[in-house]
């Protein structure tokens, strides 16, 4: 089992930064550690996740060259940097992991076994 914790969100202004951790309470080594936010009203979308056998980052279209994922499994805790930020990106963000996905699964957020409970981003105009 993986408890999952999301912090760091908060209210800024667009073109702004904000920095994201998710914290597990087990070993995160061998799990696939995934972004996804929701918006009201909208599915739940992929933003980025890091690899578990090889550490290697995948990102939404939509968000590369502004977000960066980076992991430090010894603390057992998954960071997302995002800067530029736009307003259309207010939403919760949640942190997933999983230790049995597959390639073309990770954008799935059906596949993930355990979520935490979200952080709010919200980008004003």
Known sequence: QVQLVESGGGLVQAGGSLRLSCVAS????GYTMGWFRQAPGKEREFVGCAW???GKTYYADSVKG???ISRDNAKNTVSLQMDNLKPEETAVYYCGADR???MSSM???EQYDYWGQGTQVSVSA
């Open 66 to 68: 502004r977000f960066t």
């Open 107 to 109: 954008r799935n957020p």
């Open 52 to 54: 578990r056998s090889t």
């Open 26 to 29: 087990g070993r995160t080594f």
């Open 100 to 102: 049995q996905l597959i």
